[in-house]
């Protein structure tokens, strides 16, 4: 164990260390340290999310993000109620147990919309429903509770309050993010966050007290991905997020949350393909998210570009998983795989 290591209580000062750190021989005891923690605390598994990006269509215009509503080259789909179910199902008999919904920020996705495709995959299959929508009103996350919602995604993305003014140009009233996530378990919701990191404008500074409000958040899911450029953005020259960085930033959201879910991210995937998604889950993570959304949508929700997409098919990914975790001596996770349930 790396010395003046102290797990969930790590102070801002070492985790800040931490980031900063880049010899091989104690990054290498960060990860092991991660890794044991992982294992003792959310077992072997690996639990699958099946993914369906169910609207490219976006009000926002955050900075970093390919679905901009001012990205003219984008183009737009949104899934009907039975293309989401179809989805669903298949999510299901690929033996995964969650699907997780997610779209830009789309003012047709209403309250009835979504509370009646929740219930239907509620109905037809036994799959934890996740949503991923953005920023929406209490009334239509309540709604879509009761509906059979199970969890609730939403990235505070950064916690620099200037740094997130700058990349998300306001739409009338703030939005507080982290308020709102209080507001969804209070619901009764599961909750995810996480952050982007290597943003433009980022500093080893603001990612360490992004690191210290996720472990305070104690959330159930935290996803955290390098951001990545995409070209029809206004921070498309800008460099992006590295992987050396993720695999530090995923060994310390384990040892500050050392209960919660945390996912090797598409974006992990894209930059460094299998291999880095194996790295991540060996340093802390313990979750992937199959891509399940119908190929001919799959490529225009690009959020970024080439994201990482399994050729194969999802249902071919999931069936190859099996022989690949159990090389890294790992299971795949059956069920919903609910927080606190795994070990
Ligand atoms: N509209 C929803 C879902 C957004 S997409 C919401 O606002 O919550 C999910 C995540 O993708 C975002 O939270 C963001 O962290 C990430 N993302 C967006 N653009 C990205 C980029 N260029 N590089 C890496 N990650 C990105």
């Given at each position: 164990m790396p010395k003046g290591l102290s797990f969930s209580e790590m102070p801002f000062e070492s985790v800040r260390h931490w980031l900063l750190e880049r010899d091989p021989g104690r990054l290498e005891a960060l990860f092991a340290a991660a890794d044991v923690c992982r294992r003792n605390n959310v077992g072997e598994a690996v639990h699958l999310r099946g993914l369906v990006?169910?609207?490219?269509?976006?009000?926002?215009?955050?900075?970093?993000?390919?679905?901009?509503?001012?990205?003219?080259h984008a183009s737009r789909y949104r899934l009907s109620a039975d293309e989401a179910l179809d989805c669903a199902k298949r999510i299901e008999a690929a033996g995964v147990g969650t699907a997780v919904l997610q779209a830009g920020?789309?003012?047709?996705?209403t309250r009835g919309f979504i509370s009646d495709m929740v219930r239907s995959i509620k109905q037809h299959t036994r799959c934890a429903v996740t949503l991923s929508l953005g920023e929406r009103d209490d009334g239509d996350y309540l709604a879509w509770k009761q509906a059979g919602a199970d969890r609730y995604l939403l990235r505070f993305e950064t916690s620099d309050r200037a740094l997130y003014d700058r990349l998300h140009p306001p739409r009338g009233e703030r939005y507080d993010r982290v308020a709102a996530l209080q507001r969804l378990r209070a619901m009764g919701y599961e909750i995810g966050s996480g952050v982007m990191f290597?943003?433009?404008?980022?500093?080893v500074e603001t990612l360490a007290a992004d690191l210290m409000l996720i472990a305070k958040l104690d959330l159930d899911m935290i996803g955290c991905g390098p951001f990545i450029p995409h070209p029809?953005?206004?921070?498309?020259?800008h460099e992006g997020g590295t992987l050396d960085l993720a695999y530090i930033v995923i060994a310390l959201c384990r040892l500050l949350a050392p209960r919660a879910h945390i996912p090797a991210t598409t974006a992990i995937a894209t930059l460094g393909g299998e291999s880095a998604r194996a790295k991540a889950l060996s340093c802390g993570a313990n979750v992937i998210m199959p891509n399940f959304t119908p190929a001919m949508y799959r490529e225009q929700y690009?959020?970024?570009?080439?994201?990482?997409?399994p050729e194969e098919g999802a249902e071919r990914f999931c069936e190859g998983l099996h022989k690949r975790l159990a090389q890294l001596g790992r299971t795949v996770g059956v069920g919903p795989g609910k927080t606190n349930t795994a070990v």
């Open positions: 990006e169910i609207s490219s269509h976006c009000r926002r215009m955050c900075l970093y993000c390919g679905l901009r509503s001012g990205n003219r920020e789309d003012g047709g996705l290597g943003l433009p404008g980022q500093t029809n953005t206004p921070l498309g020259q690009e959020i970024y570009p080439d994201k990482a997409c």
